[in-house]
């Protein structure tokens, strides 16, 4: 994330997140992948300030959040090893 001390879920990391993976799993000759940050906190967790944007029932949010796990899921079938390399927090 530009611009801000940590990395944290927010919209815009959804898109990019559905990208890399779509990009990994069309990589030939791929032998694994390691995620690293150059941020001193690896990753904060979810933006807190998109909290009172997000409604009791809101079904949009709910099926971006789905998928974002289904983004993690995919990163998990990948038929290579992959890694988070985590400094500082996360």
């Known amino acids: 994330m530009d611009g ?37 906190t690896f990753f904060a ?8 944007e997000a409604e009791a029932g809101d079904n949009a949010n709910k099926a971006r959040l789905n998928e974002d796990k289904g983004f993690l899921r995919r990163l998990e079938k990948l038929p290579v090893p992959d890694v988070t390399a985590i400094n500082g927090a996360a």
């Open 4 to 40: 801000q001390s940590a990395n944290m879920t927010v919209p815009a990391c959804h898109d990019l997140m559905g990208a890399t993976v779509a990009r990994l799993e069309a990589e030939e000759g791929l032998k694994g992948v390691i995620f690293a940050s150059a941020k001193k």
């Open 45 to 52: 967790g979810g933006y807190l300030n998109g909290l009172p």
